[in-house]
């Protein structure tokens, strides 16, 4: 097949779709033009072309009504696209708050022996008050991103994003230890 018959083929189903459909469609080409960009598969100006040619076939021709459905559309769905951006960027900044505080803990841990206490007891227990805040303020942060995660408007915006399981970064034997201060666990 031909990229001339191709072209009139995507020409003829691009023509066939509803104004929605069709600000959805622009809206995918120019995100996925935006990432070839980026990783450099094709340049700015190769991108700008086709996405003119696609506009001035399609767009353009729209009556008033069918151009202010596509307008209303495409602009939701941009809203909807940077909603997501903008919610996978907090939730890395919660994880890295997570790894922030937990390597607080860690410190305030490794720092024990220089905590200078009769008994290995009192050492403990010195830490020990050292470092509840710091676990308190760790299962605050916890609580605060299931609550994100489960708001009930995210099926409005496409579904809850993918979330990547963390790893802490304490030691199994250390939330053993410290474990009894910790009356949240994810």
């Known amino acids: 097949m031909s990229s001339a018959t191709l072209d009139k083929a995507t020409d003829k189903m691009i023509g066939k779709m509803t104004p929605e459909e069709l600000a959805r469609y622009v809206n995918r080409l120019c995100n996925q033009q935006a990432k070839d960009i980026y990783s450099g598969k094709t340049t700015n100006e190769e991108s700008d072309v086709e996405i003119k040619t696609m506009v001035r076939k399609h767009v353009n021709k729209l ?8 307008l209303k559309e495409l602009y ?50 010195k830490t020990k008050r050292l470092v509840e805040p710091f676990l308190r303020l ?41 474990g009894s201060l910790m009356p949240y666990k994810s």
């Not at 890395?92 to 305030?108: F, G, K, P, T």
């Not at 490794?110 to 290995?120: L, Q």
């Open 76 to 125: 939701t769905d941009d809203h909807i696209i940077m909603f997501r951006f903008l919610a996978e960027g907090y939730l890395q900044n919660i994880n890295l708050r997570l790894s922030l505080v937990e390597m607080c803990i860690m410190y305030h841990i490794a720092d024990d022996s220089c905590i200078s206490c009769d008994d290995d007891q009192t050492s403990f227990e």
């Open 138 to 178: 760790l299962e605050d942060i916890k609580k605060e991103r299931d609550e994100y995660l489960s708001h009930p408007n995210w099926d409005r915006y496409g579904g809850v994003p993918e979330v990547r399981e963390r790893e802490s970064l304490l030691p199994a034997e250390i939330v053993e230890l410290y």
């Open 63 to 70: 009556n008033v009504v069918d151009y202010i459905k596509y």
